[in-house]
């Protein structure tokens, strides 16, 4: 305890001394563990990490101008602390705001401002900012302006645009990483770096390959996508007694090949059904069409006449209400989505999740096996999200970004076991659940590597040692998470990072240790 009393205070008298030389005023940026506001700080959407790692941060530091961030940094590498930096905190893994080893937290929430430009149709939006703060942001400058990234309106942007973003618009207009045009970083000497100074190699990095390993992204420019004043929602679930099995099956025949203004997400869940007792497979199927109901009756009547959807189950609205829908906040006023707490399906829990890539239609005795795992876990607890890929998301090649899942990809599957007690068992119960089923799937999904979607941190995937690690260990889960693409992060990582000061237990690793 004494000897991470004096790194905290070390880090504290560097951080003052700097701040000093800079005329800044630490009182609003530097949090310890006695100071009122760290705990809330500390906070994240997901328990689970926090309850399984002995360390806390020595200090939390909110900056508000860029020499605060170069100070920590200076600190950091002076005192041989690591910094961890956070956005929104919505790792799934929490390496954002845990470690193993004494830690200071670089929280970049109070870099939160935008500017949009409604006539080239760009947006500079610092890092701290929410995706729901975005939204809203650009919906009030515009009705036909928007940005395709996630669901989940208090993730940051920091570490979800770096990393992949995938939203209800990704078949229409892909991930949000594909819409970086410029972006402002600070490498480990504290320099500022945009697209023309950092090169071409950095800049591919950084539009998919996650921000971690390279440097503290500030801010990204955006390129905005154009969308109709009115777009259609709707959610449409079927039980197995109403055929969800074989609506299932051929969802998977068409999902990644409709209309691409369509987005056919299906979330599966057990429930008990009210009417036999026994659980029962809801299939519910999500989607967002770019245009009226009018024009998305015909073409799901054609393309998907089992589903019977009616005019009835569509809902017109703008897109900025359809953001407010799809996170499960349709009666609230948009300015929730400025809040940065989770709330509603998003609020506070133990979460473990995974993920995994299908290129064959899962036949239906694998989608069977499927269920029996959903049956087997606490009721509305565990989920499964396919997402469809195909569309735009194919528009780019394998290689184009660090995002390599692209053309062959019909759909992601996102595994998720949620719980709300504390507790080993718990823990274990769930954890094993879900690597249990992960082990089922092995033979319905994609192989040599089988794919990972790395915004779905997952470190059952493998972890880097805290000292060096090799390229052979780190290839364990980088070519998951990037395919071929994580020889080119290597090699970025080589130039622009080679002494490994940004790292954490899955960052890219540099060659020359
Ligand atoms: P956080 O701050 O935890 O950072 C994540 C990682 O990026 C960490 O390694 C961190 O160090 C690094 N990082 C953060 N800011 C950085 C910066 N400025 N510079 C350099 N590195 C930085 N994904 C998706 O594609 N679609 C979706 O719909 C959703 N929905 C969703 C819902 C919920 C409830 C959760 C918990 C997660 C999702 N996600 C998602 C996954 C999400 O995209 C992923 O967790 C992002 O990394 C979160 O970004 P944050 O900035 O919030 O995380």
Redesign the pocket.
């Known amino acids: 305890v004494s000897s991470t009393q004096d790194h905290d205070k070390h880090f504290l008298e560097c951080l003052i001394d700097q701040f000093q030389s800079s005329n800044a005023d630490p009182s609003n940026v530097v949090y310890n563990p006695n100071n009122a506001s760290y705990a809330s700080l500390l906070l994240a959407?997901?328990l689970r990490p926090e309850s399984t790692s002995p360390l806390r941060p020595l200090l939390i530091v909110t900056p508000y101008y860029e020499h605060e961030i170069r100070a920590v940094i200076y600190c950091s590498k002076k005192l041989g602390t690591q910094m961890?930096?956070?956005?929104?905190?919505?790792?799934?893994e929490g390496?954002?705001?845990i470690s193993g080893i004494p830690f200071v937290i670089l929280d970049?929430r109070n870099f939160r401002s935008a500017s949009i430009n409604t006539k080239d149709k760009t947006a500079w939006v610092e890092?701290g900012m929410t995706l729901g703060q975005l939204y809203h942001t650009i919906a009030r400058h515009s009705k036909t302006l928007a940005f395709t990234?996630?669901?989940?309106p208090t993730?940051?942007?920091?570490?979800?645009i770096?990393?992949?973003?995938?939203?209800m618009m990704s078949r229409k207009h892909s991930i949000a990483a594909d819409h970086i045009i410029d972006a402002k970083v600070m490498n480990a000497d504290g320099h500022i770096v945009d697209r023309r100074s950092m090169g071409e190699d950095l800049f591919w990095a950084i539009r998919g390959g996650?921000?971690?390993s390279f440097?503290?992204?500030?801010a990204f420019k955006l390129q905005l996508v154009t969308i109709p004043e009115t777009v259609t929602v709707f959610k449409v679930s079927r039980t197995s007694e109403q055929n969800a099995t074989s609506l299932v099956h051929k969802w998977q025949y068409i999902a990644d090949r409709i209309d691409q203004n369509i987005l056919l997400r299906l979330f599966l869940r057990s429930i008990t059904s009210p009417i036999h007792g026994n659980r029962t497979i809801h299939a519910t199927f999500t989607t967002l069409y770019l245009g009226r109901a009018h024009d998305l009756l015909p073409i799901m009547q054609e393309k998907f006449p089992e589903l019977g959807l009616v005019q009835e189950d569509c809902i017109e609205m703008s897109w900025i209400e359809s953001a407010l829908y799809f996170a499960g906040l349709r009666n609230e006023s948009l300015d929730i989505l400025l809040s940065r707490t989770?709330t509603g399906i998003?609020a506070r829990n133990y979460?473990k999740g995974k993920s995994d890539y299908v290129r064959q239609p899962i036949p239906v005795t694998g989608l069977r096996g499927m269920w029996r795992f959903l049956h087997e876990e606490d009721e509305h607890m565990a989920e499964l999200q396919f997402s469809p890929y195909g569309g735009a998301l194919n528009d780019y090649s394998e290689s184009e970004t660090p995002f390599a899942h692209r053309a062959g990809f019909i759909f992601m599957i996102h595994y998720a076991v949620t719980w709300n007690s504390s507790g080993n068992s718990e823990l274990e119960r769930h954890m094993n659940w879900i690597r249990r089923f992960y082990s089922y799937m092995a033979p319905y999904v994609s192989k040599n590597p089988r794919a990972a979607?790395f915004?779905?941190?997952d470190l059952d995937l493998g972890t880097n040692n805290e000292g060096n690690t090799s390229y052979a260990q780190a290839s364990v889960w980088g070519l998951k998470y990037f395919g071929n693409n994580f020889n080119r992060l290597v090699r970025v990582k080589t130039k622009v990072d080679p002494s490994n000061f940004f790292r954490?237990e899955q960052s890219i690793p540099p060659l020359s240790l």
């Open positions: 959407p997901n961890r930096v956070r956005s929104g905190g919505h790792d799934y390496l954002s705001y970049m890092v990234a996630g669901v989940c993730v940051g942007l920091g570490g979800h770096s990393g992949g973003g995938y939203g996650g921000g971690t440097g503290i992204v500030l989770p998003f979460l979607y915004n779905y941190r954490n």
